[in-house]
Nanobody, 119 residues
């Protein structure tokens, strides 16, 4: 079982930057071999994909809405989401998730961290 805990959310102004962290624990094998992802859920909207990285060292796929502004990174059992040039429409609860390499179901989810961007 993998436990994921996000942190780093907060209230910022449009144009500011913020870095979210997601710490993984509870697994004997490092998450470096797991596919990790970031998602977000805004009020009244469905949860949407933000970024996914297949394994440590692989390339990252981004949603068009964040491409060029958000950057995914990993360091051992922590994954990060660097968010630059934030917009009010980026306001949401951000979640990290993990799945086994090659799997299609995101099996493990964090509790989420709130990001609010004021205009």
């Amino acid at each position: 079982q993998v436990q994921l805990v996000e942190s780093g959310g907060g209230l910022v102004q449009a144009g500011d930057s913020l870095t979210l962290s997601c710490s993984a624990s509870g697994r004997a094998i490092s998450i470096s071999a797991m596919t990790m992802g970031w998602f977000r859920e805004a009020p009244g909207k469905e949860r949407e994909f933000i970024a996914t990285n297949a394994w440590s060292g692989s390339s990252t796929d981004y949603a068009d809405s964040v491409k060029g502004r958000f950057t995914f990174s990993r360091d051992k059992d922590v994954v990060y989401l660097q968010m630059n040039r934030l917009k009010p429409e980026d306001t949401a609860v951000y979640y990290c998730a993990a799945r086994n390499l090659g799997a299609t179901i995101w099996k493990h989810w964090g509790q989420g961290t709130q990001v609010t961007v004021s205009s």
